[in-house]
């Protein structure tokens, strides 16, 4: 299936990350969607407000980020794609709902452009700060998927990618900016409607009688039905059997909890994305993500021309992290870079992965601005002594 | 000579919309929240709603187990977020009939931001706000509900606060239909529910409930029936009475009826009247059918 045309605004733009985003998000076919504002996403939301209209959705604004993140669900529950947008103190607060999503198999869209923290800290300066809070930030355990674009055009790209593996994977997905990337303009790119490959809704063909709500095939992904549709759906964020009713003992908790991770950890191929340059051959690897990236790449160019065989690996999906791909790298390389805007965090899963068969330099940064290219370079020549 | 009746000929009359499979509830014996679905599934079937296009949602607690007994479509949520939950199932189906089934604790203390905001929208929902007075499936915390001279296991020398009234709240807010009763007024309850069924815009009714195991028994009553001859003794019928004056206050007649009944467009009629020739409406779910083999009548064009 591809995206509808009327959604679609193709034409080569001029426009900000968050714009973007916007417009991704309605290629993907999300017609509605419910936020709150807080800088510096509010962009996202305000030109969905003005669009969303013109293509028979609407945007509601609601009284806080709570409220935000469960009514989005509701959208989807009644049968349309929805998302919504955020910043740090409001991603906190939409957490308990992206455990809920995670639970009851809402197939959905946070966007987080992340801001300097802790609490309110830099409301209009970037950070990186929210990675693990997008992997472990609601209670209990789940799995699920963060994307991370670097640029406008990726804004675009992957929050129709974003959109479509939430409806494939039956997750909610992060869409994980900062403020730079949010509020950079640059030239992007959108194509024609019949271009965009849009995921459909995972809806069952079964009739009422013979529907079971968490029956999942060979890719642990239940089939959906929607509300008003006739099969007296049962959707609790309790621990529940294939029928979707409570079901609260220590048997069902591992089925469920673990198919949970499964969907995902099956997928490991499927969501390695990342972008590699110069990678093969190279004594020291620079990974990196977002923003961060832009300004590794610089720090990349620099040591090349010292003469030092540099690699940049580019997490475009940081969650699940590409484990295989850094199993294999890491004994080949004298060391592993990572820049991050936050006091190293994704560095973790680096050093997990790694596990002791190379060298991993983290650079930290609290956020705030980006890195100085020339602290980069100082780590990869550490890196490649 | 006695007839013997056979077991199987007894059907229970409101059983078409209750899950029979989830029965019996998990509520206490004496609790007053399955007299409150009793009432309410007979409303369902008054109201001539269809029932494949309604849905029920509650927050979390005993009350807001409810969702899960009607044979709905039926989402129990988060705590206190039923309302914004329903919100959006609303806007994005406007043909669904929404109905958030949940208890005081819930809606008015934990999630009372949304109440005020989906009445002051008028979302054209339905609340049913079951007041026992009490955090009961925690184990008998003071509510926002609980009135001050009552004892709880978070203030074992009585509470220092006064009790919220809820009516009054949702009517400031602009609420189009607010009611009180309790879950002794079973009859008058059914009608209020039937009636608010049928309403558009933002209703709200309020349903006193006992809860003999958290609330009675440490407060004096020695059942639940106990709490009951109370409702009965001290409830008193004031339909239209001004809202300031419903607020329930130990040893003081307790006011139910219908308070407020009034039209304002709703937040969908409003957006549409507004938006005019810039909205355009969407002529299937948005979604796709995800189904690409078969090309069905009236399907997308995926
Ligand atoms: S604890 Fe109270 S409210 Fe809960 S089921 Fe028992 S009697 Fe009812």
């Avoid at chain 1, 469920?256 to 499927?270: C, G, H, N, P, Q």
């Avoid at chain 1, 002791?356 to 650079?363: E, L, M, N």
């Avoid at chain 2, 925690?138 to 509900?145: H, L």
């Amino acid at each position: 299936m591809h995206a509808e045309k009327e959604s679609v605004l193709t034409g080569t733009h001029f426009i900000n990350g968050d714009t973007a985003c916007c417009e991704g998000l309605l290629a993907a076919g999300a017609k509605f969607a419910a936020g709150y504002p807080i800088t510096p996403s509010t962009e996202v939301v305000e030109r969905f407000a003005q669009r969303a209209p013109t293509v028979g959705g609407l945007f509601i604004q609601m009284e806080d980020e709570l409220a935000a993140s469960i009514t989005l669900q509701g959208m989807v529950w009644a049968g349309q794609k929805s998302f919504t947008v955020t910043s740090g103190p409001g991603y906190s607060l939409m957490m308990e709902h992206i455990g809920y999503a995670a639970m009851t198999e809402t197939p959905c869209v946070f966007v987080d452009v992340q801001r300097g923290g802790p609490s309110t800290g830099l409301p209009t300066l970037p950070a990186q700060g929210d990675m693990m809070q997008a992997r472990f930030g609601s209670h209990g355990d789940y799995s699920t998927i963060s994307l991370v674009p670097n640029s406008p055009q990726e804004c675009f790209d992957l929050s129709v990618k974003a959109l479509n593996l939430a409806e494939k994977f039956r997750v909610p997905v992060m869409f994980m900016m900062d403020e730079c990337v949010g509020h950079m303009t640059e030239k992007v790119v959108i194509p024609e409607a019949e271009e965009i490959e849009v995921q459909p809704r995972r809806r069952t063909s079964k009739k009422p009688d013979e529907y079971l709500a968490y029956e999942v095939g060979e890719d642990l992904v239940p089939e959906m039905a929607h509300a008003g549709e006739g099969y007296g759906l049962y959707v609790t964020g309790l621990t529940h059997d294939k029928k979707g009713y409570p079901l609260m003992n220590p048997k069902q908790q591992r089925e469920l909890v673990t198919r949970l991770f499964e969907k995902i950890s099956r997928a490991a191929d499927e969501l390695t994305i990342v972008e590699a340059d110069g990678v093969e051959g190279a004594d020291v690897v620079v990974v990196s993500y977002g923003i961060t990236s832009r300004v590794a790449m610089r720090a990349v160019h620099l040591a090349r021309e010292k003469g030092l065989k540099v690699g940049s690996l580019r997490l475009i999906c940081v969650w699940p992290f590409p484990e295989k791909l850094i199993r294999e790298l890491a004994p080949k390389v004298k060391a592993l870079i990572m820049p991050e805007l936050n006091m190293g965090q994704v560095v973790i899963e680096l050093e997990r992965f790694a596990a002791g068969r190379t060298k991993v330099i983290s650079v930290p940064h609290p956020g705030g601005t980006v890195h100085d290219p020339l602290e980069i370079l100082e780590a990869i020549e550490r890196g490649a002594q | 000579m006695s007839t013997l009746i056979e077991p199987t000929a007894l059907t229970n009359p409101v059983e078409k919309v209750l899950r029979n499979d989830r029965i019996p509830t998990i509520w206490c014996p004496g609790c007053g929240l399955g007299t409150t679905v009793n009432s309410f599934a007979y409303a369902l079937m008054a109201s001539g709603a269809d029932l494949k296009k309604t849905a029920i949602v509650s927050g979390i607690g005993c009350s807001g187990r409810v969702s899960g007994y009607v044979a709905l479509d039926s989402f129990h949520t988060t705590h206190g977020r039923a309302i914004p939950f329903a919100t959006g199932l609303k806007l994005a189906n406007p043909e669904l009939t929404v109905v958030v089934y949940s208890g005081d604790g819930d809606l008015t203390s934990i999630g009372g931001n949304h109440l005020i905001h989906a009445a002051r929208r008028n979302m054209d929902i339905l609340v049913v706000c079951v007041n026992n007075m009490i955090y009961a499936m925690t184990g008998g915390q003071a509510a926002a509900t609980t009135p001050g001279a009552a004892t709880s296991t978070t203030t074992p020398y009585g509470s220092f606060e006064p009790e919220l009234n809820i009516p009054q709240l949702v009517d400031a807010a602009g609420a189009c239909y607010v009611a009180r009763w309790t879950a002794f007024h079973v009859k008058q309850l059914e009608k209020s529910m039937t009636e608010a069924l049928k309403k558009k815009g933002f209703r709200f009714i309020e349903v006193l409930s006992p809860c003999p195991t958290l609330y009675g028994r440490r407060n004096g009553y020695a059942d639940g029936l106990a709490q009951m001859k109370e409702y009965k003794e001290m409830a008193k019928v004031k339909n239209g009475a001004p809202t300031y004056e419903v607020a329930i206050t130990h040893g003081q007649p307790i006011i139910v009826g219908k308070f407020v009944d009034r039209d304002r467009p709703d937040y969908l009629t409003l957006m549409r009247s507004q938006l005019g020739a810039h909205y355009h409406e969407v002529a299937e779910v948005g979604v796709g059918c995800g189904d690409e083999s078969e090309g069905k009548e009236g399907c997308c064009s995926c």
